[in-house]
Every structure is written in structure tokens, then in C-alpha cells.
């Protein structure tokens, strides 16, 4: 038996039932849910970082997008809020379209 021990999509168990594997699962606590779930979110994220082609990428984007998605529902709020947040922080500061890269700033 392989050993996991990380937060699934709710429909693996469904997966794993059809395909006749035996599986144990828990179900979390709030405290721990939301660690699994930060857990998660790098663990995509280094999946992204590794992705070997542009379909690998926007699979693991998408897999981010769906731990993002969580993560909004455990801070009260919705998607929309944050892109809110996201259009307010471009609007002051800018967004990454023009590849600017900080090297250095001279203290006063």
C-alpha cells in the first residue's frame, strides 16, 4: 500500500472505488484543513514550476485555481473580492507585463 497523507479532490475516493483499490481516508478539522490546504498550494506550485510544457502549466494553474478557490471560502469572502484586491494592487503599482526585474536600490 502506497502512503500518501495529503488533502485529495473530493471525488478521488470515487475513483479509487471504482478502480477496486482499498484506501483509508479521514476527514479533517477545520485547523488542520486549512494547513493541508497551504500545503497544497505549494505543492502545485512546485508542480507549475515543473511543468515540462505549456499543457503541463495551465493544468497545475488550474489546480492552483482550485486550491485558491478553497482557501477564498476559508477567509469568508469570494473570487471576486480577490480579483478586486488583484485590479486594485495593478491599478497602484502595476502588473508583470513589462518583465521588470529590481537588481538593486541605493539606501537614502
Keep these: 500500500m502506497t502512503t500518501y497523507n495529503k488533502l485529495v479532490r473530493d471525488g478521488i475516493p470515487a475513483i479509487l472505488e471504482q478502480n477496486g483499490q482499498a484506501f483509508n481516508t479521514e476527514t ?26 505549456d499543457e503541463d502549466a495551465l493544468e497545475e494553474l488550474a489546480d492552483i ?26 491599478e497602484e503599482y502595476g502588473g508583470f507585463e513589462e518583465k521588470i526585474y529590481l537588481v538593486d536600490v541605493e539606501e537614502k
Design 65 to 90: 485555481l482550485e486550491v485558491m478557490q478553497a482557501l477564498v471560502g476559508i477567509h469568508d469572502t469570494t473570487m471576486e473580492e480577490v480579483e478586486k484586491r488583484r485590479a486594485k494592487k495593478a
Design 28 to 53: 479533517l478539522n477545520q485547523d488542520r484543513y486549512i494547513m493541508e490546504l497551504k500545503k497544497k498550494l505549494n505543492e502545485e506550485v512546485m508542480e507549475y514550476q515543473d511543468a515540462a510544457n
